[in-house]
C-alpha cells in the first residue's frame, strides 16, 4: 500500500523557513516523479512544484521561485520542501503526492503551516 | 501558462439525478501522443485530493463507473450519471500537459 507521510509543518514568524518532509513507503520511490501541492485555509489546491525521478529536473510554481526548492532522498525514500521568506500567504496545508501518468495518484494527509507574528 | 476554467463552483444535486461539472483551458490539452493531460479530482470533506479521472476520460483505479470524463482539446466535461451522497465535496481539474500546473477553481457539490 502505498504511504506518504508528510511532516514538518510549524507555526513560523514572517520572513522565516520551514523545511517540509515526506516520508514514503509502499512503493519504489526512486521510481516516480513527486510533487507538493498546497491549499490555503477554506480556498482551493495549488500546484506548488514537482521533480523527477532523481532529481534532475525540477520545477516550481512561479511565484515561488527563489523562495521554495522541491528536493529528494532517494536512499532514504523521502521528499523534501525547503520554503524560506515566509509570508502570510503561504500559510496551508501542504500536500505531498506522488505521480501517476502526469497525475496525481496518490497523496499524503498534509502537514499544516502556519505563517504568523 | 495555461489556466483551467470551472463552472459552475457550486452545484447542489438530488441524489439519483445525474451533475456535470465543466472546465475549460486557455489551451489546447491534447498532448503529440493523443492523449489530453487533464486529470479530476474530488475532495471530500477533511480528506486529501482523490484522483477519479486522468488523460480526459480514464477512471483511476476503484473509481465507480458512474463517474465519466470526456472532452479534447480545451473543453472537458466531468459527468456523474447518478449522484449518490458520498459524492459531496469539491471537484477540481488540473491541467498536467505543461509546467506550471494548474487546478481549476473548483466545483463544490452538495446535496439539495
Known amino acids: 500500500e502505498v504511504q506518504l507521510v508528510e511532516s514538518g509543518g510549524d507555526l513560523v514568524q514572517p520572513g522565516g523557513s520551514l523545511r517540509l518532509s515526506c516520508a514514503a513507503s509502499?512503493?519504489?520511490?526512486?521510481?516516480?516523479?513527486m510533487g507538493w501541492v498546497r491549499q490555503a485555509p477554506g480556498k482551493g489546491l495549488e500546484w506548488v512544484a514537482n521533480?523527477?525521478?532523481?532529481?534532475?529536473?525540477?520545477h516550481h510554481m512561479e511565484s515561488l521561485k527563489g523562495r521554495f526548492t522541491i528536493s529528494r532522498d532517494n536512499a532514504r525514500n523521502t521528499l523534501y520542501l525547503q520554503m524560506n521568506s515566509l509570508r502570510g500567504e503561504d500559510t496551508g496545508l501542504y500536500y505531498c503526492?506522488?505521480?501517476?501518468?502526469?497525475?496525481?495518484?496518490?497523496w499524503g494527509r498534509g502537514t499544516l503551516v502556519t505563517v504568523s507574528s | 501558462d495555461i489556466v483551467v476554467t470551472q463552472s459552475p463552483l457550486s452545484l447542489p444535486v438530488t441524489p439519483g439525478e445525474p451533475a456535470s461539472i465543466s472546465c475549460r483551458s486557455s489551451?489546447?490539452?491534447?498532448?503529440?501522443?493523443?492523449?489530453?493531460?487533464l486529470d479530476w479530482y474530488l475532495q471530500k470533506p477533511g480528506q486529501p485530493p482523490q484522483l477519479l479521472i486522468y488523460?480526459?476520460?480514464t477512471r483511476a483505479s476503484g473509481v465507480p463507473d458512474r463517474f465519466s470524463g470526456s472532452g479534447s482539446g480545451t473543453d472537458f466535461t466531468l459527468e456523474i450519471s447518478r449522484v449518490e451522497a458520498e459524492d459531496v465535496g469539491v471537484y477540481y481539474c488540473?491541467?498536467?500537459?505543461?509546467?506550471?500546473?494548474?487546478f481549476g477553481q473548483g466545483t463544490r457539490v452538495d446535496i439539495k
Open positions: 521533480i523527477n525521478q532523481d532529481g534532475t529536473e525540477k
Open positions: 503526492a506522488r505521480h501517476g501518468y502526469n497525475n496525481f495518484d496518490s
Open positions: 488540473l491541467q498536467a500537459l505543461q509546467h506550471p500546473w494548474a
Open positions: 489551451q489546447s490539452l491534447l498532448h503529440s501522443n493523443g492523449y489530453n493531460f
Open positions: 488523460l480526459g476520460s
Open positions: 509502499g512503493f519504489t520511490f526512486s521510481s516516480s516523479w
